[in-house]
């Protein structure tokens, strides 16, 4: 449907290419979150943790080692430093780090290989196009007047697109509020289509779970802006209010910023620093920005780590099974892919050194991961049925890479002699 909603636009309003509308099945192979599109070039890139180029494509053909090496040498990437700093937009590339995004990846590669078969473009000029097809699909006013094409095929039918909240993990939000936790809900979403969503996936009673609801917060502007520059405002029918000079109690507001969000926490939990502990599953929206400028513990969703479950480290085998996660116990019901195109989400060879095994390096989203998050998991589900005062191994609790994934590290990530097959 994303897919779809942009590259209607694109061909209806700007003109672009039919073809775009045809989407082959298997195509959805190139989407992976972690790549960075150099959008002059048309080139998707995966990059190693130095800044080095692992694989790369132009539009959605893959280059060979020897094209890589010949562009890119072995070398920092030119954007690195920025991109590095977590800045993911910029005229000249953009970062995919999040499932809502992607399918805007595979489009950007298709219209890349539309204008070389038309006009055998050197420098690309789509992105702007590209920008516009996102507004027109996604801005404030969309949903309301039901304008573009995803908001209206989500609203007509919700079950096609959404998925109810387990059982188990509507439970452990409320043992949480039932322990005194102060429970948040923070989306850049506006109001409309998040009550949308919460009450399909969690219910019409969805506001009883949080003492706090955040909409149209614009991460990550959310966590590094001052409250001047992005103060909360209240709501009436969906419609934003007046800008608030302080935030003195809990509800339902808009925008906002972390500064005068934490104020009220203190004030609410009656400590000088109430802890805060922040799930995410953008590292550029929400892990990122949630340590870097307000230091809260933060737990990363990472859906890569369903694509892996061979394994699990041989000391967790020893652990009773009621200290045991969903995860350890049963099946996986969700089949995650791993893209063919790209490889693994975490490690890679580099290119043009073949089948050499200590060539083996870490992609730039793995080192993110454990610079980054306190914990990684596979989704909420997988922590659900833990006691609350399940304690975690941190990443940073030793200088292991993988110390922080529950329940267990990504295969890729694990030496063969110290993992053991599940059972």
Request: with cysteine; net charge negative; proline share 5%.
């Amino acid at each position: 449907l994303i897919y779809d909603s942009f590259a209607q636009y694109l061909v209806t309003e700007k003109g672009y290419d039919e073809d775009l509308l045809i989407l082959a099945p298997d195509s959805l192979d190139f989407c992976c979150k972690g790549l960075v599109l150099d959008i002059e070039e048309g080139n998707f890139l995966k990059l190693a943790e130095d800044g080095t180029v692992l694989r790369a494509s132009h539009g959605t053909k893959s280059m060979t080692s020897e094209e890589i090496l010949e562009i890119y040498g072995r070398k920092e990437w030119k954007h690195f430093n920025t991109v590095s700093g977590m800045v993911s937009r910029t005229a000249k590339y953009y970062l995919y780090d999040n499932y809502f995004d992607l399918p805007g990846a595979l489009l950007c590669a298709r219209v890349v290989d539309s204008l070389d078969q038309h006009d055998g473009q050197k420098k690309y000029d789509f992105w702007k196009d590209m920008v516009a097809a996102i507004q027109h699909n996604y801005k404030i006013s969309a949903f309301k007047e039901d304008c573009g094409m995803y908001f209206p095929e989500v609203k007509n039918h919700p079950d096609k697109y959404l998925q109810r909240c387990p059982e188990s993990v509507k439970k452990w939000l409320k043992q949480l509020k039932n322990a005194g936790k102060i429970l948040l809900l923070i989306t850049s979403s506006h109001s409309d289509y998040c009550r949308l969503l919460c009450e399909h996936v969690l219910g019409n009673d969805f506001e009883e779970y949080f003492d706090i609801l955040i909409t149209n917060a614009l991460k990550p502007g959310f966590f590094s802006h001052t409250p001047n520059q992005r103060p909360f405002r209240t709501l009436e029918n969906d419609e934003e209010q007046e800008a608030l000079l302080s935030l003195d109690k809990p509800g339902w507001y808009s925008q906002g910023n972390a500064i005068q969000l934490y104020d009220l926490l203190k004030k609410m939990t009656g400590k000088l620093d109430p802890k805060v502990v922040y799930f995410g599953d953008s590292m550029h929206s929400d892990i990122f920005p949630a340590r870097h400028y307000s230091n809260w513990e933060t737990v990363f969703i990472l859906e890569e780590l369903l694509g892996d479950k061979g394994t699990v480290p041989a000391k967790a085998e020893s652990e009773p099974l009621e200290k045991k996660g969903k995860y350890e116990r049963d099946q996986l019901k969700v089949p995650y892919f791993v893209s063919k195109q790209w490889g693994s989400f975490f490690m890679d060879r580099l290119p043009g050194l073949e089948n050499a095994e200590e060539t083996l390096v870490h992609t730039w989203s793995c080192k993110c991961i454990s610079n980054y998050s306190t914990i990684a998991i596979p989704s909420l589900e997988a922590i659900a049925d833990l006691p609350l005062d399940y304690r975690f191994t941190r990443f940073s609790s030793n200088s292991s890479a993988t110390a922080g994934y529950y329940p267990s590290p990504p295969r890729a990530l694990l030496p063969n002699e110290d993992s053991v097959t599940m059972k």
